[in-house]
């Protein structure tokens, strides 16, 4: 057993367990890997995550281990771990734009960047994916803030404002649109798909809900009864997305898979009512292998990205009020994302924003298991 210090932070509506990389780097050989702390400490191979700090949702179950960045430009670097919960197994291939949130206020609360006098901001790179995001957050004076009253969609909890911005997440068409494809068809059995697959943000393969005889405004309760489906559609995004072969694992995690369609009127998981007029697309997100109680960042980037491309699944359902604004509903109330595009039309940033709020510093006892094949070194 070691002692492992670690800081639980909420990101919009996700919960995640950071780690300066000064404080987990000595144990990871010792302890046969990054997979085998992170799910020694979470307590997965179990649905409930008794003997750990796991949540037993794929929106609690997250990591991060903060570094420093040597990189110009770069103020921390950050892996991102998706810790699986029944499995004792990390996916180590996407991005969370909620934990990268409060990796902003984690950095500037732990003095891993210098505290502006009006606004702090943060730059990060995530390893996983290369992705380059920008965190800001106001500082008055030089004051660090340790809470606040900003809100999000999907919980009533209150937090620090923080404003996310991902930069240049589509590096050019060839890499936004892998497949070369705005729709592409998928059969199943007897019945086809519509989709338009996309790599910004994360890797997403959004699908159109009439397919599915949805609008994508329904509850997560009717959504879950489609997961099966969804999950074979993401097996062949993949294989035509270049993220896998057939001989090779399926990942649980990329590409992100959803549905979307045109506004309709809905009420949210708290009860809220949404009228169609309120919002440009309505979206449902699986996260893991089980509809997403509101929707990941990195999928509202990815939405953001398919919005410009004509004749895809997005643009066809939509309704753009406002060029450069997309607002997205879903299950759990209406997301509102800001993005630019070049003069190509190839989107240039996306800005969201969230509610971060640190929720404890603290030391865990690990108790590594036998070590796991193939398991992350760094």
Not at 31 to 56: E, H, K, W
Not at 147 to 172: K, Q
Not at 267 to 286: C, N, Q, W
Not at 334 to 355: C, M, P, Q
Request: proline content about 6%.
């Amino acid at each position: 057993m070691f002692t492992l210090r670690g800081t639980w932070m909420r990101g919009g509506t996700s919960k995640c367990w950071l780690f300066n990389a000064v404080d987990i780097d000595p144990y990871i050989a010792d302890a046969g890997g990054l997979d085998n702390i992170l799910t020694a400490a979470f307590g997965s191979g179990d649905p409930r995550q008794l003997d750990g700090v796991g949540g037993g949702s794929s929106t609690t179950s997250k990591a991060a281990i903060v570094r420093r960045s040597g990189a110009p430009g770069i103020d921390v670097d950050y892996l991102f771990a998706q810790v699986a919960i029944e499995n004792r197994t990390v996916e180590w291939g996407s991005n969370c734009g909620n934990c990268a949130t409060a990796i902003g206020l984690y950095a500037v609360q732990t003095g891993l960047v210098a505290v502006d006098d009006h606004v702090t901001v943060v730059r990060m790179r995530n390893e996983n994916t290369g992705a380059i995001l920008a965190a800001e957050i106001a500082t008055p004076g030089g004051r660090i803030p340790a809470e606040g009253d900003a809100s999000v969609p999907g919980t009533t909890a209150l937090g620090v404002p923080v404003g996310l911005t991902f930069t240049d997440p589509a590096s050019d068409r060839v890499t936004m649109l892998p497949t070369g494809a705005e729709i592409d068809r998928v059969t199943l059995g007897d019945r086809g798909f519509r989709g338009t697959f996309v790599r910004a943000g994360a890797p997403a393969a959004l699908f159109d809900a009439a397919d599915f005889g949805l609008t994508a405004s329904e509850t997560n309760d009717v959504v879950a009864s489609h997961v099966p489906t969804l999950i074979a559609l993401r097996r062949q995004a993949a294989l035509r997305m270049g993220l896998s072969k057939p001989e090779q694992p399926v990942s649980h995690a990329i590409p992100k898979v959803g549905i979307v369609g045109p506004p309709r009127d809905y009420v949210t998981t708290t009860g809220e009512h949404v009228a169609a007029a309120d919002y440009d697309i309505s979206v449902r997100m699986l996260s893991m292998m089980a509809p997403h109680p509101a929707i990941g960042l990195t999928s509202a980037v990815a939405v953001a990205a398919a919005a410009t491309v004509e004749g895809g699944v997005v643009t066809t359902n939509a309704r753009i009020g406002w060029p450069g604004s997309l607002r997205i509903g879903t299950a759990a109330g209406v997301l509102d994302v800001d993005y630019t595009v070049d003069h190509d039309g190839l989107l240039h940033a996306v800005t969201l924003h969230r509610a971060v709020r640190r929720i404890a510093t603290a030391d865990l006892f690990v108790v590594p298991m036998p070590a796991l094949v193939g398991a992350h070194s760094a």
